[in-house]
């Protein structure tokens, strides 16, 4: 291990030129211009990683292509295996002109590399290849069968990736899926995420008057619907931060003591919390911390609003209609179609009759957690704690990985979430960067991860 | 008069020839490309005006023109003095398509003139004049004198026309103003508008986190705006229909027992008028009728929400802010500036500390109120019966119609509403039309109302 561990000390500035290299290509799958940049960002990561003497192919989809790489199968040999999963796709990078430099023209300053795409995905699973490059160069047998399956729709939500993991499944079948795409709460403490929230979307119309009308002509003699929208939603969350629909909390199970007591270990400051936010005060569910509140609890969020005249001025008029966007965070125990369906029998129950409601069921994606003190977490921390120097902690994060779900279902197994992003690195906003400290330690962690897998195999 | 009403009957079909005339102009006072159109149409008003031996002046002012046209003042003889108030903009025709016919190019089908402003307002004040004329061209002698009062800024807020009748208040000094701007219920019922209601508006955002949050990462540990909002907007509305902000009724009369009677012979049909707004089931303020509701008493509207996100699909976030646009219409008792100022101390004392309230003040306008059963309304009630050969009835509005607060102010006069427009006649909307009976009606009514207006004095 010492060798490997040389390695990447050693490579570290050529590993940051590299990571550079790959962050040139404006892999951006939500816009259809950017196909070629897809295409060659694929095409680069497989060439790289073959020639680290690394098996790769690139899978062509009905979307993006997907690419795989495997490391070198000894002969005869079982060892346990293990799929890394990352993204190759990033977020668009617009609004262009609040980024100090271009996106796509990687920057360094102090210990940050600034680019699209630095954190959110691939320095997160570059630092993963890295370390098997090590394992290869130095001449160190690695300990486990490894084969990445980095896809290229994650920003877009995954849709050629369930069919891939369908189709080859057998060649898939592994111990757990390793996945870098979480965060980390400060870089003091490296972090093991066992718990992701679900999410379940709706979308509701209010129908009133069959066109605008006059306000003062009719008003007052017809019901408002975006007046009724907000009666309706109004009703939908209580005074003291919990969802008021009868039957949402069946089946969550209140955190452990042991649980409070890890998240009551992660660095929090109510003070500074709010000024981040931005808040005049900050909400939540009473009887929760924060931490809880973000990561561990459901909530419902209204996320758009939208009735009548929106211009400046005034228009007086009773809109003929109302809508509202809204999506549920769900905890473990909950299910995302159940959840739709006891929100809209609330919704239609509670709807006055003088207006016509519309529903539309949006997307779902599962809660996910695994036990944090199972021996695969145990190994990964331990890998944390080498490759950091410091006690990791195990926390929740309050976003939906849906793909997580998938990895389960088909192949059968866990992911560790061993994420490196750092609460400032700007995920999907104008200057995202990577911090250049958690890369190495990154690596490290990977390197010392198999390891302690095999360990307990 | 016999004369008079004679010349009428034998001079419709070029009265409507005329009134095509009047109504090609596309006097389009919101849109600043129609400003020669604007002049134009002043000027044919006074042309036409002068031809028929009128005294008629086109006024400049900062916005657009204001033509006056004076009847021949007899010598020495005192008579008593009347404006007739009218407007010759009209409202933008927008959308297009939708039109059966070009809004500028008029066309008459069965009795009706299809044309923007047919009715809103050229063909209602046109109508007044066709009356003067018959009188001029039979050599029957005016018992009044008439001066008209034609202003082309109605439909963006009449802000010349204040300044206007200032400067001209001498001249402008009567008995009472003359407007035929608003509706009667339908064919059958020739109507007095003796009330309108007041208008006060309001702006209101709340801002939540200083930038659009991840709902996943952060949603349960703040309030969310658009929450908040519509917890805020929904405590504005009893479920008795009744505005929620202490104060708000204090100075509202009810309804005498005379004026419920006379409300109640409106023509009103429960489902027709449901199905005519095109709204599952009525609503309004239990205890009044849903002509009071709409016409005499007061209410909240929201005109607008906005928050978060309104394109297609979802966007899984907190929203920065929420906002909406409100306007209360007011009834006789109650003064716009109050009620906002009574409104925005309510909303800041129940607005949650989790947010921040900003609210801004709109734009006013004041309740108006005549006695239905004074010398001047009986006299207006005797020329409608005579005219229309019906029984007309006395009714409330529900729109605002501020300039009749400023002719009491500065001319020291009450109005009297003469509104000939039909409850489908498509004001302010495409295929707006003017009926031709009312028109001829419209004539008859001017004619007798002068006599009916002297007999008094």
């Keep these: 291990m010492e060798k490997v561990l040389h390695y990447l000390a050693q490579n570290e500035p050529r590993f940051i030129r590299e990571l550079s290299e790959y962050l040139r290509f404006p892999s951006v799958s939500a816009q259809a211009k950017h196909a070629g940049d897809i295409a ?26 997907i690419v ?17 999963y990352g993204h190759y796709d990033v977020q668009p990078p617009e609004p262009f002109d609040l980024w100090k430099t271009p996106p796509f023209e990687p920057r360094i ?27 290869i160069k130095t001449g160190t047998e690695l300990p486990c069968d490894l084969t990445f399956v980095i896809e290229g729709e994650e920003e877009i939500g995954c849709e050629s990736l369930p069919p891939f993991l369908r189709k080859h499944r057998a060649a898939l079948r592994c111990d757990a899926v390793v996945v870098s795409d979480t965060g980390m709460p400060d870089k003091q403490h490296p972090a093991l995420t066992y718990a992701l929230r679900g999410i379940a979307a709706m979308e509701l119309k209010l129908h009133g008057p069959s066109r605008d009308l006059h306000s003062g002509i009719y008003g007052g003699s017809l019901d408002n619907p975006a007046m009724a929208l907000c009666q309706l939603l109004a009703k939908l969350r209580d005074k003291n931060g919990r969802v008021a629909v009868s039957g949402f909390y069946a089946g969550v199970k209140s955190l452990s003591a042991f649980e409070r007591k890890q998240l009551a270990r992660l660095p929090y400051n109510a003070a500074q919390y709010r000024k981040f936010l931005g808040v005049p005060q900050l909400f939540g569910e009473r009887g929760c911390t924060a931490v809880e509140q973000r990561s561990a609890r459901p909530t419902v969020e209204i996320n758009g609003l939208t009735s009548g005249y929106q211009g400046p001025g005034s228009k007086t008029i009773v809109p003929s209609w109302a809508s509202a966007k809204l999506t549920f965070r769900l905890v473990p125990g909950q299910d995302p179609k159940k959840i739709l369906r006891l929100v809209a029998r609330h919704l239609r129950k509670i709807c006055p009759p ?12 599962e809660p996910y957690l695994v036990s944090p003190t199972g021996p695969q977490a145990q190994a990964a921390l331990r890998a944390l704690k080498a490759a950091f120097g410091r006690e990791p902690v195990i926390m929740r994060e309050g976003g939906s990985i849906p793909i997580v779900n998938e990895f389960r279902k088909i192949l059968g197994a866990d ?19 990577f911090d250049l400290d958690n890369f190495a330690a990154g690596s490290r962690m990977s390197a010392h991860l ?6 307990r195999d």
């Design 40 to 65: 060659a960002c694929a095409r680069w990561l497989a060439d790289h990683s073959r020639a680290l003497g690394l098996e790769a192919q690139v899978h062509q989809t009905k979307g993006n292509p």
């Design 415 to 433: 992911t560790l979430l061993l994420g490196l992003a750092l609460p400032d690195d700007n995920l999907h906003s104008p200057n995202e960067k």
């Design 354 to 365: 003088t207006v016509r409601l519309e529903i539309s069921e949006g997307h779902g994606g």
């Design 109 to 135: 300053e102090g210990r940050s590399i600034y680019a699209r795409g630095s954190t959110d995905n691939k320095g997160q699973h570059f630092a993963h290849l890295k370390a098997v490059e090590a394992y």
């Design 68 to 84: 795989t790489i495997r490391t070198p199968r000894a002969k005869g040999k079982r060892k346990p295996h293990f799929v890394v």
């Design 450 to 455: 198999w390891q302690e897998l095999a360990k």
